[in-house]
């Protein structure tokens, strides 16, 4: 079956300027988890939904960054005013809704600011 | 508060010889663990994981871990390396506290020697 996409794989951003990545988790899965890995670095949790529910944002850096996934499914990870410390990979994770459930990642999207 | 350290940013062995990774983690309650590798220029994809169950775990392409409480440890091994083996290798954990914040190592990059 389909893995978890992502889009787009790459994006450039001029400095000051809003991006929206998204992410299409595998049908059926209840959990969905956002992380940023920067170059050399292990991924680092942002945020994690159950459903629509976000249950967890302990991660995200600033208030810059926003995510959603309004109706359980797709998500969106926002991060407006984009500055160069947020150029890394982001990563999406999804899988079937209990803690000790495998994660299947995406191919991620690779931001750079410039 | 849950972490993971992983002893080594490169490690190098020769094609046949033995793997060890090692992950040593910390963790308030009885964790869940991972490894999962990376290929380059793919998607993080599961190795194995610890689930409480058998404290050696068996995983795909010949791996094996095994969870050591007292020494807070679950380092991955291979008998004998081959050179497709040669990737990234993360080690994650997950406290079963009904949260589902996953921390993962800085990771260790494999090298197989021909």
């Known amino acids: 079956g389909a893995g978890v996409s992502q889009s787009p794989r790459y994006k450039v951003a001029k400095r000051g300027q809003d991006v929206a990545l998204r992410c299409d988790p595998i049908?059926?899965?209840?959990?969905l988890f956002w992380y940023q890995q920067a170059l050399g670095q292990g991924p680092e949790f942002l945020t994690y939904?159950?459903?629509?529910?976000?249950?967890?944002k302990s991660g995200l850096p600033s208030d810059r960054f926003f995510a959603e996934r309004p109706e359980g499914s797709v998500s969106t990870l926002k991060i407006q005013r984009t500055q160069q410390e947020d150029s890394a990979v982001y990563l999406c994770?999804?899988?079937?809704?209990?803690?000790?459930?495998?994660?299947?990642f995406g191919p991620g999207t690779r931001l750079l600011v410039l | 508060a849950q972490s993971v350290t992983q002893l080594g940013s490169h490690v190098s062995v020769s094609e046949g010889a033995l793997v060890l990774l090692r992950c040593n983690y910390s963790?308030?309650?009885?964790?869940?663990l991972f490894w999962y590798v990376q290929y380059p220029n793919q998607g993080l994809q599961l190795l194995l994981k610890?689930?409480?169950?058998?404290?050696l775990v068996k995983g795909i392409n010949g791996f094996e871990a095994e969870f050591k409480k007292s020494e807070t440890s679950f380092h991955l091994t291979k008998p004998s390396a081959h050179m497709s083996d040669a990737a990234e290798y993360f080690c994650?954990?997950?406290?079963?506290?009904?949260?589902?914040?996953?921390?993962f190592g800085a990771g260790t990059r494999l090298f197989v020697k021909a």
């Open positions: 049908s059926g899965h209840v959990s």
């Open positions: 963790s308030s309650v009885p964790p869940y």
């Open positions: 994650a954990v997950t406290e079963n506290t009904g949260g589902f914040k996953t921390i």
């Open positions: 939904f159950q459903n629509e529910a976000q249950l967890d």
């Open positions: 610890y689930t409480s169950a058998a404290t």
């Open positions: 994770a999804s899988s079937l809704g209990w803690v000790q459930e495998t994660q299947y």
